[in-house]
């Protein structure tokens, strides 16, 4: 027994040591001043009536999202490695937050393999909205291209039986994030690629007795591939989001782009162009399919100035009216102009400015008209809409962010 004690405590010592594992908390908490807003104008009329609406807040996501998360990981040895990353929103502005883990909240094992993750996190098809932007998707600078299709998938979600997740997917039903995904990432070492699978369940009952049983609303399919070398970087990415599967009717949101970057030192450009397809079918026995389409392009640069850096973007999305009528010519177009000045390497001043001009908004009020600045909510981000009632479309929107942000 004296030997076997001194022995089994050594093992337990040793065993402890080989499965280090790490704890960390990291954050960033964004304060500004922004100022929204909206001109809507009659159409079809003599004398044209316009109606301006505009709104001036304190907003937690100027530059970048204000959060609070915890990550970690557990050496397993062997180039093993279990880790686990739950990030919640900050309502800094309010004194709001940490009520939900609706950032992203997954469980994952990584080796030489590459990576298994499961639970909610952004979608594949997202990414290139967001890395391919020189606004990192945050504030009124905003990749045209992200908001719309937010916009659509939000709406069409609403359309057909209201938000998943319990609202926490932000009315965007898969197409920011999504709940019960399983995603494989490739390792890395691959000569510059990079890429990722992803399959979000939808958890519906199955009942026998129904033949169309389950619907596989809240379903998500999708993959990114990509190539990164030195200062280039390029990728395609795909998503299907299901929000409608009945026997009767179906409607799926399909989302392919394909995104660049280039970093020359004194400037870094950035390019996406995008094809987003909502298609939708009606009628069992004899089934009619309809498509709308909203094709968009951006382009952008970074240019470092001293410890700041000047950001700018012009991007454009066209709406396609699947309906087989004459409205399908609905445009808007985005300029966005910003500067960022480093105070270290985690607090950072900066100014964003930005224009929205939309042609035949009324071919498509609801996608073209809804949160025309920042890609989220109103309820969170408050902003005056357009109007799109008595004759009335939308035609311009403004907007300009000052603030601080500062990360940990």
């Known amino acids: 027994m004296k030997t076997i004690l001194p022995a089994l405590c050594a093992l337990a010592t040793a065993t402890g040591a080989a499965a280090q594992s790490s704890v960390a908390i990291f954050g960033v908490v964004d304060a500004g001043i922004s100022h929204y807003s909206t001109r809507s104008q009659s159409w079809g009329a003599a004398v044209p009536r316009q109606s301006t609406q505009s709104q001036t807040v304190q907003s937690p996501s100027g530059y970048g999202s204000s959060r609070l998360g915890f990550r970690g990981t557990e050496d397993l040895g062997g180039g ?47 990414w290139n909205d967001g890395v391919f932007d020189p606004f990192g998707v945050n504030g009124v600078g905003t990749n045209l291209i992200a908001v719309v299709n937010s916009n659509l998938a939000a709406s069409r979600a609403l ?28 390792p890395p070492g691959l000569a510059g690629v990079y890429g990722q699978v992803q399959y979000a369940l939808h958890e519906n009952t199955r009942t026998d007795s129904d033949p169309a049983s389950p619907s596989r609303r809240g379903r998500y399919v999708g993959g990114r591939l990509g190539w990164a070398s030195g200062p280039a970087d390029v990728a395609l990415g795909y998503g299907e989001s299901t929000l409608l599967s009945t026997a009767a009717r179906g409607e799926k949101i399909r989302s392919l782009n394909l995104g660049a970057s280039y970093d020359f030192g004194v400037v870094k450009v950035f390019g996406e162009w995008s094809r987003v397809q909502d298609v939708r079918r009606d009628g069992a026995a004899l089934p009619t399919t309809r498509t709308d389409r909203y094709d968009g392009l951006l382009a952008g640069v970074n240019v470092p100035v ?20 004459p409205d399908a010519d609905a445009s808007v177009g985005k300029l966005a102009l910003g500067y960022v000045h480093n105070l270290s390497k985690r607090t950072a001043l900066y100014a964003t400015v930005a224009r929205i001009d939309i042609r035949n908004g ?10 025309p600045l920042v890609l989220s909510l109103p309820a969170i981000f408050p902003q005056p809409g357009y109007l799109s009632t008595g004759g009335m479309e939308p035609r311009r929107a403004l907007g300009y962010d000052v603030g601080i942000r500062h990360a940990f």
């Open 306 to 325: 001293g410890p700041g850096v000047i950001r700018a973007s012009v991007a454009r999305v066209r709406f396609d009216n699947g309906n087989g009528l």
């Open 159 to 186: 359309a057909t039986g209201g938000l998943l997740n319990g609202g926490l997917s932000a009315g965007t039903d898969s197409y920011l994030r999504t709940s019960n995904a399983v995603s494989y990432f490739l």
């Open 80 to 126: 093993y490695a279990a880790g686990f990353w739950l990030e919640a929103p900050l309502a800094n502005d309010v004194g709001g937050g940490v009520a939900n883990f609706g950032r992203r909240s997954t469980l994952s094992l990584s080796g030489p393999f590459g990576e298994l993750r499961l639970g909610r996190d952004y979608t594949a098809s997202f």
């Open 362 to 371: 009324r071919n498509n009020p609801t996608v073209m008209g809804v949160t």
